[in-house]
């Protein structure tokens, strides 16, 4: 048992945002965060990249992608070094040897985000695919951040 050297009160801490899959578009973003990991079964390593949109409705908004770079499946790693190629593309790096994930950290590039359903509970999850800025574009479908009442709230806000 432990006596605190603080009173915490719970109805003054705000809630969680609630976590909401991004609609599908393009967005700018960039690598803000990166690790090279075990994968939780012990047989591979997973690349996980913390990215943050950087413009839009979305911007602030932080999305995580992990590419299993090492793993028994070889359709789940042929799909994560298809991704790192593409990611490489986008940042310009794919030129060169690619050994540190921090080479890939703040370099905007293009998100195209899909959506799919997962295998193990039906939820919608979040796809992506990296493209250079200067790539085409697509127009994002995304609701209005203006309505007759004001600005509205980003979705992950309270």
């Known amino acids: 048992m432990a006596d605190l050297d603080f009173v915490f009160i719970a109805s003054e801490i705000p809630e ?3 976590f909401t899959v991004l609609p ?3 967005y700018t973003a960039e ?6 990991k075990p994968t939780k079964s012990g047989n ?3 690349i996980e990249l913390e990215f943050i949109i950087l413009d839009g409705e979305y911007a602030g908004r932080k999305y995580w992608d992990r ?6 499946n070889k359709t789940a790693m042929d799909i994560a070094n298809n991704s790192l190629r593409d ?3 986008a940042t310009g790096l794919s030129s060169q040897p690619f050994s540190k994930t921090i080479t890939l950290h703040n370099i905007p590039v293009k998100l195209k985000i899909g ?3 997962r295998k193990d509970t039906g939820e919608d999850q979040n ?4 493209k250079p800025l200067g790539s085409p574009t697509v127009s994002a479908i995304r609701p209005s951040s203006v309505s007759s009442d004001g600005p509205k709230k980003k979705p992950w806000e309270k």
């Open 16 to 18: 969680r945002p609630e």
């Open 31 to 36: 690598v803000t965060g990166s690790d090279y």
């Open 87 to 89: 990611l490489l593309e």
């Open 115 to 117: 959506m799919s359903k």
């Open 24 to 26: 599908v578009g393009e």
């Open 127 to 130: 796809t992506v695919r990296y």
């Open 44 to 46: 591979g390593k997973y």
């Open 67 to 72: 590419l299993n770079v090492q793993h028994e």
